[in-house]
């Protein structure tokens, strides 16, 4: 395994890439700076927390709605997560900042 220095939102990071994974990393490395970028220009959401937080959810949502992971997501383990087919960026927000305190840390 080896190691890629990458950048999301302005800060790098060193992360640990299988070999011949390196393109699929980085894929998805663009994926999570293009959507943190997005929330953060937004202006509703500040604290790199909570952005990151928006930014999982959105591209997990992304990912539910594709047919190959929703059959897969059927035998999944119990205790998995399903995404709901509406999802009200809003009130995810609220919830988030009461979960969170005003520091962005979890309460």
Not at 49 to 70: C, D, K, M, S, T
């Amino acid at each position: 395994m080896k190691q890629i220095e990458v950048t999301i939102l302005g800060q790098s990071y060193l992360l640990g890439c299988p070999d011949g994974g390196e393109t699929a990393l980085l894929e998805a490395v663009r994926n999570v700076d293009r959507e943190m970028g997005a929330i953060r220009d937004g202006g509703k959401v500040k604290a790199r927390e909570r952005i990151a937080v928006l930014a999982a959810l959105n591209l997990a949502y992304a990912l539910a709605g594709r047919p190959e992971v929703r059959s897969s997501a059927r035998a999944a383990e119990p205790g998995s997560v399903s995404v709901p087919r509406e999802v009200d960026i809003d009130n995810l927000i609220r919830r988030l900042d009461q979960a969170l305190g005003a520091n962005g840390q979890l309460l």
